[in-house]
């Protein structure tokens, strides 16, 4: 049995404080500790993308990061992002054009395309797809994803 | 799967993570960025009784020049590299080689010393490192020593860190005038591991190419520098003739190992093929 450890972190803008095992990914904490089942699991060693969580406004795999270092630092999940607004146009054009299908990659999806068009408002196709290549879709074919970031690109830089 | 039990430690000094490697005699992991040892851990391909992270250890963080030499400290996160402006005009092979690192999310939090001391037989740094025959500074509890890259990479996963040291940084030569430097690697798809990859620096005259290196990777156990293949173009004009012959030579340089992605001998088809693009995009 190994020692639990105190942390204190902020999660979608709350406080949170609890005693966690050193073992505990930062994707199982958010998920079993705190409910927040959003960021899915998919391959546990970094390779789908199902757990992307923003760590310090950065995403990061949730599977590859350990609960103890959230320690101090700030974590944003799916449900604070949808909560916010911020992304609800994204989510409309996933939506619109069924770029969502069986779900399980779609979180992740979300908030790498959100990093994405934080970083380059008029993205290709092609800088699309390099971007979204650490995020995998078994449904799609990546196409209606593609389209969707592009479409929410496209409207943002109208700013409609 | 999830990992065995572990202890915990964050140090907050060098000092202290160097005290604690000693004190573990063998059973610690240090963890950086974790973008490899979390997976090994979670597939339990490894069971260190304790995780030594060392991410508040703000002294092995960042990137500066002195000295005539560009230093990255081995805790410089990949996204920072990527886009440092510092590394782009002082080492920019490495610049060229960031985005084909894995992915954005694994980047952010991946680090540059990491993949030196982890040494994975497909990664592009090691290979990169050795191509501008950079230096590694490793800490131990008796100081500082510095090794060559080459000197650096013994065999597969296996370097020249003992299980007490720490790889604290890295110094790369300050690009020199009239150098240049090329990147190219074969994936299946973008920032998987490379099925065979080729990091090369070389000073450039026109077409006439000099002190040429090229770094392999994805061929064999450790980066391979082809030091036959680069003697046999060196001091020439690159064209299609003196591509050839230096597509022969790395007959004598290379010796391939299958793995999960292709055979030995499909590599050295790669290999050649990635030698001819290098070298025309170092005369462009």
Redesign the interface.
């Known amino acids: 049995m190994t020692n639990h450890i105190q942390i204190n972190t902020t999660v979608n803008g709350e406080n949170v404080s609890r005693l966690v095992e050193p073992r505990t990914s930062l994707v199982d904490f958010v998920r079993y500790e705190l409910s927040l089942t959003g960021s899915h699991v998919g391959c546990e060693h970094g390779i789908c993308g199902a757990c992307t969580i923003k760590v310090n406004g950065e995403i990061t795999r949730g599977c590859l990061m350990l609960a103890v270092q959230a320690d101090g630092g700030t974590v944003e999940t799916i449900e604070g992002l949808s909560e916010t607004g911020e992304i609800a146009d994204l989510q409309d054009a996933f939506l619109n054009r069924n770029a969502g299908q069986c779900g399980a990659c779609t979180p992740g999806m979300l908030l790498t395309a959100d990093a994405l068009l934080k970083t380059n408002s008029s993205p290709t196709r092609s800088e699309i797809r390099e971007f979204l290549s650490g995020n995998y879709c078994r449904c799609t074919g990546y196409e209606a994803i593609v389209d969707a970031i592009e479409v929410t690109a496209t409207n943002r830089r109208k700013g409609s | ?8 430690a ?1 140090p907050s000094s060098l000092d202290e993570a160097l005290g604690l490697l000693v004190s573990s005699n063998g059973n610690a992991s240090i ?1 950086a960025g ?2 490899s040892l ?2 090994t ?3 339990r391909l490894s069971s260190p009784s304790l ?1 030594i ?1 060392i ?1 508040n250890l703000a002294e092995l963080d960042g990137i500066k020049v002195a000295g005539g030499s560009l230093r990255i400290g081995a805790l410089t996160r990949h ?1 920072s590299v990527e886009g440092s402006k510092e590394v782009a005009q002082h080492a920019p092979l490495i610049t060229m080689a960031m ?1 084909h690192i ?5 980047r ?2 991946g680090t540059f010393g990491g993949s030196i001391a982890l040494a994975d037989p497909a990664a592009e740094l090691p290979a990169c490192l050795c191509a501008l025959n950079a230096d590694i500074e490793i800490a131990n509890t008796n100081g500082r020593r510095k090794i060559a890259a080459s000197d650096f990479f013994k065999d597969l996963y296996e370097t020249d860190l003992a299980d007490d040291e720490l790889l604290t940084a890295v110094e790369v030569p300050l690009n020199a005038e009239g150098y240049k430097s090329a990147f190219q690697e074969l994936a299946r ?3 998987d591991y490379a099925m065979t990859g080729l990091a090369a620096h070389a000073k450039i005259e026109g077409n006439i190419v000099s002190d040429l290196r090229l770094a392999f990777f994805a061929i064999s156990g450790t980066p391979v520098l082809a030091t036959k293949a680069a003697a046999a173009i060196s001091g020439k004009e690159v064209n299609d003739e003196a591509i050839s012959i230096v597509q022969k030579t790395l007959e004598e340089d290379l010796e391939p190992f299958d793995d999960l992605h292709c055979s030995a001998k499909t590599k050295l088809i790669y290999a050649k093929e990635l030698s001819s693009r290098i070298l025309k995009v170092l005369i462009t």
């Open positions: 799967m999830k990992p065995s039990p572990f202890e915990y964050r963890l974790g973008q979390m997976p851990l979670n597939m995780l992270d991410n996204s985005p894995a992915h954005p999310a694994i952010n939090r798809r973008h920032g």
